[in-house]
């Protein structure tokens, strides 16, 4: 006599006899459909989970894990160093960085893109996010005051490369090239996913010293 009831059911219905064929059939298809149920869910939930991580490793790679905001009605213009300071002596606390942060409109008639504007130190940036493992083209010390640069993502990079084609096709032109640095591989791998491909090697004086560019071509 089994001590398991349920084990004990489930062997009599597993092992029926020759005329009770149809019951031992039933409860073998039920078995396999729940075997593929379970196989199915645990193979949803172990993609999931693995999608969470990583989508959760991307996010907060370019951004911080807290924020400290200044109050709106505060006056004047706050010491950011001393707070960051002060930040920076908690516990578990690696870096600190100023930004500012604020939702605008970019507008080329009759079009109008959302975007959100970040002011950021690239000296101290650094410290909260990895932003300059994300740079595709150029990097972070560019962003020097007054020299208007600004870092964009990569769909409004994709956007501004689409009104480049439109501006080309436009002029009658049938073919588009670039110049991209040799040893930038993130650059040359976005470039090869609007459509163009290499087609050789531009070398040039940069001063004294000889730099070389790969020249990517696409047809339009």
């Not at 075997?35 to 949803?44: W, Y």
């Not at 160093?81 to 080329?108: D, K, Q, Y």
């Amino acid at each position: 006599m089994l001590n398991s009831l349920p084990l004990f059911v489930g062997l009599r219905y597993v092992r029926a006899r020759s005329h009770k064929f149809f019951v031992s059939f039933i409860t073998w298809v039920s078995l396999l459909c729940v075997c593929l149920g379970v196989m199915a869910l645990i193979v949803i939930l172990s993609v999931m989970n693995g999608l969470e991580g990583e989508l959760r490793g991307r996010l907060l790679a370019l951004s911080a894990h807290a924020r400290v905001f200044v109050p709106a009605e505060a006056k004047g213009t706050p010491d950011w160093s001393s707070l960051a300071e002060t930040v920076r002596r908690a516990p578990n606390v690696t870096g600190a960085a100023p930004f500012i942060e604020i939702e605008a409109l970019a507008v080329r008639k009759p079009e109008m893109v959302p975007v959100r504007l970040r002011g950021i130190d690239p000296r101290h940036e650094g410290e909260v996010a990895r932003m300059t493992q994300a740079i595709v083209e150029g990097k972070l010390a560019d962003l020097t005051p007054g020299s208007d640069h600004v870092i964009v993502g990569r769909g409004i990079a994709q956007m501004l490369m689409d009104r480049v084609k439109e501006a080309a096709r436009e002029r009658s032109a049938k073919t588009l090239w670039l110049g991209v640095w040799e040893r930038n591989d993130r650059a040359r791998a976005f470039y090869a996913k609007c459509g163009f491909a290499d087609a050789g090697e531009h070398i040039f004086l940069f001063g004294t010293d000889p730099q070389t560019d790969r020249v990517m071509v696409t047809s339009l």
